[in-house]
Each structure stands twice: as structure tokens, then as C-alpha cells.
């Protein structure tokens, strides 16, 4: 067995996750690269879904029965661990939302109802990125169909990497908002935070990070990091779907509008006007995710008991053995960064003129689940010119054999098709 320097120890975590020792296709071995799009879920997590279900089911905030009580206290107790987990300087500025996309498209239309200085309309402009997934592409684009602001875009180096030569000409003066991906989801790009959030401070432009692929992965502190707004998704770090989360500095949430009209985001509501509630329930109407919330929040537990740090040591390490290994394959092309340095754990490559839904395929016979296709990044694989991609995304339970396992079933792949 291929050992690594910085490894956890696979064979305890794994214990903790019954997926994985599921046999497919009758007797192949489940060996499971597709952790960037959702991650497998722990007993822990498991147990804590079933146990609110069991004992504590009731609607939050309105109740003075006990269920009710218990159940507020389990989902506002999940937002204090989130708040920990990435350094919030308050409780009160984790949001809850379904997924990152609805966090993304909370800031975008907070910001086309906003008033000034925060509103954007077409004086002002957008910056974005052409490796951002769709759910920070298609929001933009729709405010500016809404506002007529103007939206702007960094490129793409042929290595992977984000083309910052023009960065002052990018954000401007005219900027209200820069909205970028920390890791990027496709290529596994690591992008250089400061650099950007350096030059939006210049102008005096907001910044509103995507961390789908990074919260799951590696420390996450909303104060170091310095941006305005940041956003992640449960379900790729070991938590369930229907659970999302929007950081956002206390003095924006308290003046930006509500996006979601409803109940609990109210203070006061008459047939004439309302008034509504302080964050972070202003952005939360109607019945909130709560099982998923305490689901997220036990999933915190785990990934805490384990230490972000070494998550992001084990993952390193893999990631170096993979990109080692994939450049062994004849006729296989990384798309994204070539190394391991400033890369996150998720790699997507082409192999000669085979498609890469072809190629998921023949592996996903071998028991090997793999993602295809542009991964809701299409602008990349428009970039690259090439159609779609073949992605193997690692967690911190992933292992060596597994990579030798991918290289193994390219093979196979390579010989079947010729």
C-alpha cells in the first residue's frame, strides 16, 4: 500500500462513513472521486438527522412547548458552531440558506434593492470571473439585466489560473462588487484573495467570496480573509443538501433589504407597511432548513474533531500523488493547474479523443464514480475548447489506493476504446 507523508488515518475515518463499503455492480468495490460535487456522509451526521426527527421535531422561534424550545435551541446552537468553525466575529452574521446559490442570489438582489452607496445600477459596474460555476455567473448576469450595470470579467491564464495583468482596468472606480471563487470547482485553483480584495478596497468595492469548495477543505476565517460576504454549501462538507450559509459583515446585513418576504423576518407587519427583524433573521422567512441545519452542525463536530488543518495536509498530499500519477496516462491532459501548489483537491482532465462521458462510464463499470461534463462551468471548457471534462474530486476520506484505482481504470478506459 502506497504510504504518504501528512496522511490521516483513512482506515478510522472510513469506519465512520457506511456508504462506503457498498459494493456496485454486483461486486465492485464503491470507490468514490466525486467528492466536489456532494461528500458522503458520516454516522455522526446520520444519527444527528434521525435523533432531531425522533425527539425534537417542532417549528423554531414560535413554540413555547418544549419541542418547540429544544428545536430552536439545536438549529440557533448549529449557528454558533457554524460562526466558530469560520472565525465570524458574531453569530448574527450567519444567514442560513439552502445551498451556496441561494446565498449568491441573497447578495446579488440585496444589492439591486439597495440604496446608496450600495446600489448597484447602470453607473456601476460587476466583477466576476471566467472560472466562477454558474450559481456566481447567472445571478450577476441577471442584475445587470435588472439594473443595467455593467458586467466585467477576468480571464483565464492557459495554465489554470486567473489573468490578473489587468486588474486595475478590471476594477475600477465604477465597481460596486467583485464576487469570485476562492477554489475553483473545475480547475482546483487556489486564488490569490488578497490581490483582488486589495484592489476592491482601493474603490471602495464589496467582496463576496464563493467557499463551496473551499470550506469543505481547509481553515476558513471570515476575518482574515477581509472579504464582505461569503458563501458555502452544507452538503460538500459532510453535511446534508437543503442547508447553505451566507456570511456577511453585521453593518451590511443591518442595511441592506431583505430579499424573501415572509414570516419570522418581520418586526411588525400592518395592512399598510412592515418593519422587519434584526439580522440575521431578516434574511431567513418562512420555516428555515432546521434538520438540515443540525445536520450541518454536526457535520461541523466532525470535521472539527478532526482538525481543518490536517484535512487540508491530507488532501495536499493526495493531490501531489494524483497529478503524479495522471501524468503517466498517455494521451491525458490536466485542465488546470499542472501541480499541487496552489491547488485544491479536485482534477479534471481529458483523455486523447475520448469523451469524457464515454470515459465516466467504462469507469463507473469498474465501480469508479467520477464526474463529467462542464461541471456548471462552461465558460472554462469554452476557454480550453474542449467539450466537457472527466473530474476526480478527493475528501479526507480518500486514499492512495483509490488514485492507484482511477489510474488503473484509465487504463482500461485507453484499451477499450483502442
Known sequence: MTQLPGLLDT????????????LVH???????????????????????????YERYNANVHRGVHVLAEEATALYE???????SFINAPSRDEVIFTKNASESLNLVANMLGWADEPYRVDDETEIVITEMEHHSNIVPWQLLSQRTGAKLKWFGLTDDGRLDLSNIEEIITEKTKIVSFVLVSNILGTVNPVETIIRRAQEVGALVCIDASQAAP?????????????VAFTGHKMCGPTGIG??????ELLEDLPPFLGGG???????????TYAPAPHKFEAGTPPIAQAVGLGAAIDYLSSIGMDKILAHEHALTEYAVKRLSEVPDLRIIGPTTAEDRGAAISFTLGDIHPHDVGQVLDEQGIAVRVGHHCAR????RYGIPAT?????????????????????EHVRNFFG
Open 11 to 22: 482506515e478510522a475515518i472510513r469506519k465512520d462513513f457506511p456508504v462506503l463499503d457498498r
Open 26 to 52: 454486483d461486486d465492485r468495490k464503491l470507490v468514490y472521486l466525486d467528492n466536489a460535487a456532494t461528500s458522503q456522509k458520516p454516522q455522526q451526521v446520520l444519527d444527528a438527522l434521525n435523533e432531531y
Open 77 to 83: 446552537g448549529a449557528r454558533d458552531k457554524v460562526a
Open 217 to 229: 477543505h481547509m481553515p476558513l476565517d471570515v476575518q482574515a480573509l477581509q472579504a464582505d460576504f
Open 245 to 250: 450559509v451566507l456570511w456577511g459583515r453585521q
Open 264 to 274: 419570522e423576518m418581520i418586526e411588525t407587519v400592518s395592512m399598510h407597511s412592515s
Open 379 to 382: 465558460p472554462v471548457c469554452l
Open 390 to 410: 472527466t473530474r476526480a474530486s478527493f475528501y479526507l476520506y480518500s486514499t492512495p489506493a483509490e488514485i492507484d484505482a482511477l489510474v488503473d481504470g484509465l
